[in-house]
């Protein structure tokens, strides 16, 4: 059975001592006078989450696997043994309240921490943290542009756990292209509207573990325009509560199937049916869409934490396996059995850091994009917030796509050091492997991100993001180009970011050149964010190492941490980043290799 | 649910206009004698070939992969509906006899089309395909080595399928370290041997589709030395025959469970237990690892062949999804509906291309193989045997590793066609996925290939059977450098088949150079034989886009066939082999980066 203890060291390796985080958070007077920027108070909460998920969370997620979610004949549905009960001692020690507004029962902590406390989740038990990760996203969405009378109703009971959220987007015929959704919304002239339609992979949809579920549902009311201006954000209960926030009536929507899937068994994952259900309008009418998206941009990043969480620990069982299995003979050997343990042999000590390199860069880059999200939301200076705002638009379609991305391969990676045995279901591998697979495809597949990341991010502005990015690269380049360890890092960083510049500019010039230019632009996507997302990790493992060097130079590396990530930062330089040369050519090529004949290619006859 | 349509008429290209099979085949007395060698005839195979697999075997893999195989209390295995009903329809059209030995009931025909045949049933069905794929390896074996006796007893059976065979390696303790294993033999006194041990993973290890199973054993004769030279080969029937060939008693093999893998449902892959079970010994005493490996060779082919198959029919499904599913307007409109397929937008068609370009190279080198294994079995030249036997050993570990992990990249990526629906169970994708995770792993895991090739195939003739191939790629080169069509592709080949050249020179340098030299191979083993994979696929695409390009210019076009292949190869050396940059740059990092301090960044201490 798979094991799992939370990398807390590294998570404030990174908070502290990369982002300082401490001193960041202090400057913001939300968190000083909340009592929640002190960086100590912070390390505690992380051990006890830490203790929280290993001891109740992690045991269940093989359990998960197996039993899946069983709906019966009335919609009802059974979550995995052990679920509930583990969600209810999650409410009862707060934990879905650790980042949520106090106003509303929240205890007001630095979303940094609960991004920490996510990928502990996701590493422990994805399905199960599903329930609570949509909450979250319903609860952004409701604080944001909810009417104060529904927030007063509603926000108290996500906060508390008592009731979760769902977030109520696709449908059979319309998955990326929300703009083609039929599901109705009438006014029932009392302020209240009447939903109707059918919503299929909605996550954690319906389930035993709360009293209630708030779906936020993505609907058309009568007489508003085509396409994505004509869609409105509804919040439809299902149990209608009471003024006083007891439960009424049971509300017109009703699980009718649980899909049957490749991974994430625990999660139920509902076709919803609804039929006149009464809704209340989220925000203004026809601003679905925009409503939508800060849930989607939470639910973004909560989508790569789980390639990062799942990579982690595949990791983390690979090396204990490669520690363990013994299995021909090195020279010199290094063990008096038949055999050496196999960790000894470089191919597998190859497939094992690219686990940890990947891994950690990819937590450097969550946490950072947590503490500038904090940073966006509660800074007291504008042009801070507006500047995090704009790192945290263009750096999260790169968490998304990467980190599964990532997270996926390094979980094939952990699987194969286990030889045959990862390919069977008891050692727990080929779950990770197949729980991991969904984070490329939910959410906006990572093709979809790498066109907002291109086409949106990038190219819509002019290229204004990127080079504050940029500029924050050379300023760090040219400091250190110099460096007796990190020079040679820096020097492939700072290339790497000009030829970035010079492919972005190319593509722009491209994009604006006639009817092809959409075409070239979709054409590089893919390739773009991947080149780019090497471009961010590098800058982070280059950070990294400075640090780590610089502790090593001064006395401080008591336990070989920082010996550790100079030698990881190595191997990432040398292993992983030269990716970037062959993505650097196939950008180039274009669309024209792709431009084929579509009858004798594709068989494909079209007008 | 998929379908599946068998790719006949790319496989007749490849051998026909490619390798000019019929003229080769004419050339061998062995297939001209037993009229096996007329091109018309082995076409009229395969399509009758394809029309079963489509029709009787495809049809089963979903059940298979939902019901499994069920083993009772008595350790009787059955398989999923309609599993043994096809087989025998199978067995009763002569498909088992295809391309063995007449004298033992065997129709004579070529291995080309047996591996034509191979690859439209893994497309179809891999976990029934493995019943028969076992069956025919344990034939190799004791058709190679195995007593007068021994064949006229049990051949004729295996032939006509009434009986199935096995691979019995793996022990609990001992995966890709054979030479550990514990199973013993004991001398009985009267020409048998008394077997006892466990061996695990045993595919197609017990079952109710055959009348007897012959299991081929790697054991430990007592008294024999230690490590490989200490194994001995045995066949352990699980019905003991009469001299007649009827059944006698019931041998003390005993399938004591069955594994609960990712995939390949449909396959039991059983834990046998040995107790004292009556064996005979096959080949010379303690020659057992070489006799092995007549299997081995087979069976890593047509585990490429799994990569082939799956990916293939991954291709194809998605293929036929993207023209379906409408999200998104293109610019210009290519439908006059809501929105277009998504097949139009550039990113989907990068999928589609390559799954396209990995399938069609990969398919064009394991039938080049498998006329290169007819050849070496059959040809009465020897120089001309030696040849195509150094050509099998050089190219069969990257047959086995290069298309399997294209093949399991390929399946992944066809699901991401799909979107969301490529993760529910209903569509068959994520099973495609799951299935062709396995052939990475078995038949020695794709890391084990890789050191085959460089450490066994290539370093350790001095380089000898790589010169061959390399003066090949040279000779094709120099005569097409100067071409309009084919020339940009044939230098991008000929450079990087000189950079092999010259990467194998200095890893074989490090090699000799003491005590590290083979944790150089080690560490350089996987990159360098997906650098050698492309330098392959390469040279296949761009003899493929010749022929192309002269029957277009020849005007016989008709159906954009040959377009297709030039527009494919073109997909191939622009946007799949730059890989080549990367992996040139990763190789020529070496094992440094991987020779961390062991107690810093993995936490392992040792002697």
């Known amino acids: 059975m798979p094991s799992y203890k939370a990398p807390t060291r590294d998570m404030k390796f990174v908070m502290q001592e990369v982002l300082g985080a401490g ?29 929280f998920v290993e001891t109740e969370i992690q045991p269940l997620n093989q359990i998960g696997d197996k039993e899946g979610c069983v709906r019966d004949d ?6 995995p043994t052990g679920f509930k009960a583990a969600y209810d001692k999650f409410r009862a020690a707060g934990w879905t309240a650790l980042d949520a507004d106090p106003e509303y029962g929240g205890q007001g902590m630095p979303h940094l921490i609960s991004i920490a406390m996510n990928e502990m989740i996701t590493s422990a038990n994805v399905a199960w943290g599903m329930y609570p990760g949509l909450s979250h996203g319903a609860y952004s969405a409701l604080h944001a542009v909810g009417s104060d009378e529904l927030k007063k109703l509603y926000l108290p009971h996500i906060v508390d756990g008592s009731w979760t959220g769902t977030m109520c987007l696709t449908e059979p015929h319309a998955g990326t292209d929300l703009g ?3 599901t109705k919304a009438q006014d029932n ?38 396409g994505t201006k004509g869609i409105s954000l509804f919040l439809v209960p299902k149990f209608i509560p009471n003024a006083d926030g007891s439960l009424g009536e049971r509300n017109g929507v009703v699980c009718g199937s649980l899909e049957h899937k490749m991974g994430i068994h625990g999660n139920a994952t509902a076709v919803l049916n609804f039929d006149g259900a009464r809704g209340w309008l989220v925000g203004e009418v026809n601003k679905g869409m925009n409503h939508m998206f800060i849930m989607m941009n939470a639910a973004r990043l909560g989508t790569g934490m789980q390639g990062l969480g799942l990579g982690e620990v595949a990791y983390q069982n690979a090396l204990a396996y490669a520690k363990d299995r013994l299995q021909m003979r090195k020279e010199p050997r290094v063990s008096g059995e038949e055999a050496d343990p196999i960790i000894a042999h470089p191919d597998v000590r190859r497939m094992l850091l690219t686990g940890k390199a990947y891994t950690e860069a990819g937590r450097a880059l969550a946490l950072w994009l947590a503490l500038s999200i904090d940073t966006e939301h509660h800074h007291p200076d504008e042009a801070k917030r507006k500047e995090a705002g704009d790192m945290v638009a263009l750096l999260t379609p790169i968490a998304k796509a990467f980190m599964t991305d990532n997270g996926f391969n390094v979980a094939v990676q952990s699987q194969q050091v286990f030889g045959g045995h990862g390919y069977i279901q008891e050692w727990g591998m080929e779950q990770f492997v197949r729980d991991a697979r969904i984070g490329q495809i939910y959410e906006g597949t990572n093709g979809i991100q790498a066109l907002d990341l291109l086409g949106r991010k990038v190219l819509m502005d002019g290229g204004k993001k990127l080079q504050k990015l940029a500029g924050t690269l050379q300023e760090f380049a040219e400091e250190n180009e110099g460096d007796e360890n990190i020079g040679d890092y820096v020097n492939q960083l700072g290339k790497a970011a000009q030829q970035l510049g010079s492919i972005t500019m190319v593509i722009g010039q491209k994009a604006m050149s006639g009817e092809e230019g959409a075409d070239e632009v979709n054409a590089a996507a893919v390739d773009y964010l991947r080149f780019f997302g090497h471009v961010v990790y590098g800058y982070l493992w280059a950070r990294m190492a400075k640090i780590a060097h610089d502790q090593i130079a001064a006395g401080n590396d008591k336990d070989g941490f920082y010996l550790a990530k100079t030698q990881t930062a190595k191997f990432y330089f040398t292993k992983l980043f030269p990716e970037t040369k062959a993505l650097a050519a196939t950008i180039k090529a274009g669309n024209e290799p792709l431009a084929v004949d579509d009858m004798a290619v594709f068989g494909w006859e079209h007008a």
Chains 1, 2 share one sequence.
């Open 23 to 51: 001193e960041q958070l202090a400057a913001i007077p939300f968190y000083k006078d909340n009592d929640t920027a002190d960086f100590d108070l912070l390390s505690q909460v992380m051990d006890e989450a830490a203790r």
């Open 74 to 79: 009335q919609g009802n549905v059974k979550t």
């Open 180 to 182: 083609i959704i039929r």
């Open 189 to 226: 002239g009392d302020g209240t509207y009447a939903i109707t339609g059918t919503k299929i992979f909605i996550s954690a949809g319906e389930h035993d573990m709360a009293e209630n579920i708030v779906h936020l549902v993505l609907a058309r009311l009568e007489g508003s325009p085509a």
